[in-house]
T-cell receptor, first 116, second 113 residues
Framework: NAGVTQTPKFQVLKTGQSMTLQCAQD?????MSWYRQDPGMGLRLIHYSVGAGITDQGEVPNGYNVSRSTTEDFPLRLLSAAPSQTSVYFC???????????????FGEGSRLTVL | DQQVKQNSPSLSVQEGRISILNCDYT??????FLWYKKYPAEGPTFLISISSIKDKNEDGRFTVFLNKSAKHLSLHIVPSQPGDSAVYFC????????????FGQGTRLTINP
């Protein structure tokens, strides 16, 4: 049972490059989201989706793009990487009822991104 | 503006004793509070939650207390075990967007043998 799978686990980019962080879940969860974790700041929501074809912005969406064409996948695109986007990124999923009512989420192992 | 704050970056407790992790919040509209536990190189895992209509929730060694008048919640771990050493995040959600969890900065708990 894979749960939430993120790839790649590590990535180094140069300023201005673009890339996509992949996220897939096999639990048939309606809700998916992306968070970033920075030292001393906890996790901050970037984008989220409550179902295929529906996405919305979180707290820190600038510089990121998402789409949700299937229930299973929720890729995060960095359009033009900047050093401020150096962070650890976590994808999370949840059942619509639980995620929307209680916030109980299942997280991936994270993707560590460094932008030089 | 940090709506959820964990003011202790770290906490060290002896094995077998009680660990108490604290969390303060500013938004009175939050109606669900959660604790997540995170080991190095892993994603956070859900630990326990509490609704704002309750003041206590227990799950085995873990108990969460909510004091709405003080906008404060705490996580008690009794007895503490070495495997409890991890970073603990407090999180909160409001009635209109449980999908928009707001996290605290985290507290690193170390259990000493």
């Amino acid at each position: 049972n894979a749960g939430v799978t993120q790839t790649p686990k590590f990535q180094v980019l140069k300023t201005g490059q673009s890339m996509t962080l992949q996220c897939a879940q096999d639990m048939n969860h309606e809700y998916m989201s992306w968070y970033r974790q920075d030292p001393g700041m906890g996790l901050r929501l970037i984008h989220y989706s409550v179902g295929a074809g529906i996405t919305d912005q979180g707290e820190v969406p600038n510089g990121y793009n998402v789409s949700r064409s299937t229930t299973e996948d929720f890729p995060l695109r960095l359009l033009s990487a900047a050093p401020s986007q150096t962070s650890v990124y976590f994808c999370a999923s949840g059942r619509r009822g639980q995620a929307l009512n209680t916030g109980e989420l299942f997280f991936g192992e994270g993707s560590r991104l460094t932008v030089l | 503006d940090q709506q959820v704050k964990q003011n202790s970056p770290s906490l060290s407790v002896q094995e077998g004793r009680i660990s108490i992790l604290n969390c303060d919040y500013t938004n009175s509209m939050f109606d669900y509070f959660l604790w997540y536990k995170k080991y190095p190189a892993e994603g956070p895992t859900f630990l326990i939650s509490i609704s704002s209509i309750k003041d206590k929730n227990e799950d085995g060694r873990f108990t969460v207390f909510l004091n709405k008048s003080a906008k404060h919640l705490s996580l008690h771990i009794v007895p503490s075990q070495p495997g409890d050493s991890a970073v603990y995040f407090c999180a909160a959600s409001d009635p209109w967007g449980a999908q928009k969890l707001v996290f605290g900065q985290g507290t690193r708990l170390t259990i000493n043998p």
